[in-house]
C-alpha cells in the first residue's frame, strides 16, 4: 500500500489473528478467533445472530478492543504493541470505520464533518487536494448540494452517507462496517453499499461488513459466521 | 492548532445561546468587582476635589456630613439654618473670606443657591454667557441646570414655593437669567445661582407690593386709613416678578443679622487665621459648628472604601461560586457530549486533541469574558465620573 504507521511498513496479510479470546468483564460471553487472515481486495460479510460477536470481533480487528489472549496484526501491525494513542493513530491514518452508531458532529456542517480526520490529526495535512477529494466524495455520496447543511436537517439515509464519506476521506488501506446500512431503506442501503464496494474495488482495500442483510451478505465474495472462527 | 481553533469556534457558535449565557455570567463576575473599584475610586476623588477646594465650612450644630453635603453638593438642607450674624462676624474678624449659602429653595428641581458674587470668583466660576447676578431678581445658571432647563440669557425661571400650607410666605418668584456659566464638571453646573437677599425674598421675608399710603379709599387692599397711617389689608398681595418698575418697593422686615443662611463657606487668609477660626467654634457650646470638608470627606472615603472591601470579599465569594457553578457546566456539557467523544475516540482522534479543542472552547469563552468585562470597566474609567455626576444629580 506504500503507507506507514509510526515507520511501519505493510507485510503478508492485511489482516491477521491467531489464537484470539476476548471477553467482557463479568460475561459469560468468549470470543474465540482460531485464525483470521484478511487480504488486500477481499470483501468479507461478517455474519452470526445476535450476540454471536460480530461487532466484537470488528471492534478487536480496529484496536478498540484488546484480546485477553491471541494476537492480531492489522496492516503489519501488531496490535499487542500498540499503545491508546497508537491504536488511535491506526484508526485515524489507516483504517475507515462505517458504524451504524457512529455520530456525526450536530456543530459541524457535512463538508467539515467529512474532514474532521483531518482536522483533529495533529499528523494529516488539510490542503486543496483533499478538500477536493472530500468535495468529491460528498458529490459522490449524492449530497453534493448540501454541503453546508448541519446534520439535523439530513435525513437518517444522508447522515450515513456523510458517515461513509468520512471514513473514505483519508484512503483507508481497510475500510470495517458494522452494520453501516441497518437503519437504511432500500434504496440508501444500495446506495451506502455500491459507494464501499467501489472504493474497495478502485483502491484494493479490503471491506470487512458485519450485517444482517441477507442481500448485502450476497453481495460479498466471502462470508464468516463468527460461530465458525474458533 | 488553526483547525482547533476552527472547530471550537464553530462549537461556540452554533451553541450561540449557552456560550452567550456563559460569556455573560463570566464578565458580569469579572466586570462587577472591577466596575465598583473604579467608580468607587472616580467617587472619591469627585468627593475629595471639591471638598480640597472648600477649606471650612460653618453652619449650625448637628451632622458635619449633612452640612458638608449641603454646602458642597447642595442636597437637601437638613440642619436648621444660622441666623446672617455669622457671616458678619467672620467677616468682620478680618481672619477670612465668608461666603454665605442660602439652600432651602429650587426651581425645576435645581437648587437654588442663594449666595453673594464672591462665590462664583471663589469657586472660579465663569460666565459663558451674559453677566453675573447683581441685582435682585436675577439669576445666573450653571451650565447643566440651563441646558437641562432650556433656559438662557433674557428668559426667566420660577422658584418652587416651599410647599402648599408655607405660611412663612415662600411665594414663587420669577427671576430673570442674566448670566449661564461654563461647565466646571462640578455640582455647580446643576445649580442656579442668585443674590442671598433674592433668596430671601423667596423665603417671604422680603418682598415688594404696592405702596400703600398711595391706595385708593377704595382699593380693597386698603383695610384702613387713619391719621396719615394706612394699613394694608391681606388683598395686598406682595409682587411675584422684580422689576425695574418695581424694584424699589422691595424692602425687608426685621433684623438683617438673623436672617437666615444654611451655611458659610470660609476661606481663611493663613493658616494662622484657620487655626484661630477653628479655635474660635471649637467650644462644645458654640451655637455654630465648623467643619474641615476634606476630614469630613476622607471619613466618608474610608466608609466607602470599607464597604467597597466589604462588597469585593462578597463578590470573592460569587467569584468562586460561579467559578464551581461553571466548572460544573464544563464538566456536565462534557458528559453531554459522551456520544461525541466516543465517536472522536473510535475514529481514531488524540486525546491530546481533542483536550485541545474542549480546552480551547473554555478559553475562549473565558477569554471573550474578559476582553468585554476589560471594555466596560475601560468605559466605566473613561466616563465613571461623569455617569456619578448624572447619578448624584
Known amino acids: 500500500m506504500g503507507k506507514t504507521v509510526r515507520g511501519s511498513t505493510i507485510e503478508g496479510h492485511l489482516i491477521e489473528a491467531g489464537d484470539v479470546r476476548f471477553a467482557y468483564p463479568g460475561g459469560e460471553f468468549e470470543l474465540r478467533v482460531r485464525e483470521l487472515r484478511i487480504d488486500a481486495g477481499d470483501r468479507v460479510a461478517v455474519v452470526g445472530p445476535s450476540g454471536a460477536g460480530k461487532t466484537t470481533l470488528i471492534h478487536l480487528l480496529a484496536g478498540l478492543l484488546t484480546p485477553s489472549a491471541g494476537r492480531i496484526r492489522v496492516v503489519g501491525l501488531e496490535l499487542e504493541g500498540l499503545t491508546e494513542e497508537d491504536r488511535k493513530d491506526l484508526r485515524l491514518l489507516r483504517l475507515g470505520l462505517v458504524f451504524q452508531e457512529l455520530e456525526l458532529l450536530e456543530y459541524l456542517d457535512v463538508l467539515d464533518n467529512v474532514l474532521l480526520p483531518y482536522r483533529m490529526s495533529p499528523v494529516l495535512e488539510l490542503d486543496g487536494a483533499v478538500r477536493a477529494r472530500a468535495r468529491a466524495l460528498v458529490e459522490e455520496v449524492g449530497l453534493g448540494d448540501k454541503l453546508r447543511r448541519v446534520p439535523s436537517r439530513l435525513s437518517q439515509g444522508e447522515r450515513q452517507r456523510v458517515a461513509v464519506a468520512r471514513s473514505l476521506v483519508t484512503q483507508p488501506a481497510i475500510v470495517f462496517g458494522d452494520e453501516p446500512t441497518g437503519n437504511l431503506d432500500a434504496e440508501n442501503r444500495d446506495h451506502v453499499a455500491e459507494i464501499l464496494f467501489r472504493y474497495s474495488g478502485e483502491t484494493g482495500a479490503p471491506l470487512v461488513v458485519v450485517t444482517h442483510d441477507r442481500e448485502l451478505t450476497e453481495r460479498f465474495a466471502r462470508t464468516l459466521d463468527v460461530r465458525e472462527l474458533a | ?393
Not at chain 2, 94 to 101: H, S
Open chain 2, 1 to 393: 492548532m488553526r483547525d482547533v481553533l476552527y472547530l471550537a469556534w464553530r462549537y461556540l457558535r452554533y451553541n450561540r445561546g449557552k456560550s452567550a449565557v456563559l460569556v455573560g455570567s463570566i464578565t458580569l463576575i469579572l466586570f462587577l468587582p472591577a466596575a465598583l473599584q473604579v467608580l468607587v475610586g472616580e467617587a472619591a476623588e469627585l468627593l475629595t476635589e471639591r471638598a480640597d477646594s472648600t477649606p471650612l465650612l460653618v453652619g449650625a450644630p448637628g451632622s458635619p456630613v449633612d452640612l458638608t453635603l449641603a454646602s458642597l453638593y447642595f442636597t437637601e438642607p437638613s440642619l436648621p439654618p444660622v441666623p446672617y450674624r455669622e457671616v458678619e462676624e467672620i467677616a468682620g474678624s478680618g481672619l477670612g473670606l465668608a461666603i454665605p449659602l442660602h439652600l432651602r429653595y429650587s426651581a425645576s428641581g435645581r437648587r437654588i443657591v442663594g449666595t453673594t458674587p464672591e462665590y462664583l470668583e471663589f469657586r472660579g466660576l465663569r460666565v459663558a454667557e451674559g453677566r453675573r447676578f447683581a441685582l435682585l431678581g436675577e439669576a445666573v445658571l450653571g451650565a447643566e441646570a440651563a441646558r437641562a432647563l432650556g433656559v438662557g440669557v433674557g428668559e426667566s425661571i420660577v422658584s418652587t414655593p416651599a410647599g402648599a400650607f408655607d405660611v412663612a410666605g415662600s411665594f414663587p418668584l420669577r427671576m430673570r437669567v442674566v448670566g449661564v456659566l461654563e461647565p466646571s464638571r462640578t455640582p455647580d453646573d446643576e445649580a442656579v445661582f442668585t443674590d442671598l437677599k433674592t433668596s430671601w425674598v423667596i423665603a417671604g421675608i422680603g418682598h415688594g407690593h404696592e405702596e400703600v399710603a398711595e391706595l385708593e379709599e377704595d382699593d380693597e387692599a386698603l383695610l384702613l386709613r387713619e391719621e396719615g397711617r394706612a394699613v394694608a389689608s391681606p388683598a395686598l398681595l406682595p409682587y411675584t416678578e422684580i422689576t425695574p418698575e418695581n424694584i424699589a418697593t422691595f424692602h425687608f422686615h426685621g433684623d438683617q443679622a438673623e436672617f437666615p443662611v444654611d451655611a458659610v463657606v470660609v476661606v481663611p487668609h493663613d493658616l494662622r487665621s484657620e487655626t484661630m477660626l477653628r479655635g474660635r467654634y471649637a467650644e462644645g457650646d458654640a451655637p455654630v459648628q465648623i467643619v474641615v470638608p476634606r476630614a469630613v470627606v476622607d471619613d466618608l472615603v474610608d466608609t466607602m472604601f470599607s464597604v467597597r472591601d466589604a462588597v469585593l470579599l462578597v463578590s470573592l465569594g460569587l467569584i468562586l461560586a460561579t467559578v464551581a457553578t461553571l466548572a460544573l457546566v464544563f464538566a456536565l456539557s462534557v458528559r453531554l457530549r459522551r456520544q461525541e467523544i466516543e465517536t472522536m475516540r473510535k475514529i481514531g482522534v488524540p486525546r491530546g486533541r481533542l483536550a485541545a479543542v474542549l480546552a480551547v472552547e473554555v478559553l475562549g469563552i473565558v477569554l471573550a469574558a474578559i476582553v468585554i468585562a476589560g471594555a466596560l470597566t475601560l468605559a466605566v474609567g473613561r466616563f465613571g465620573g461623569e455617569l456619578l455626576r448624572i447619578v448624584a444629580g
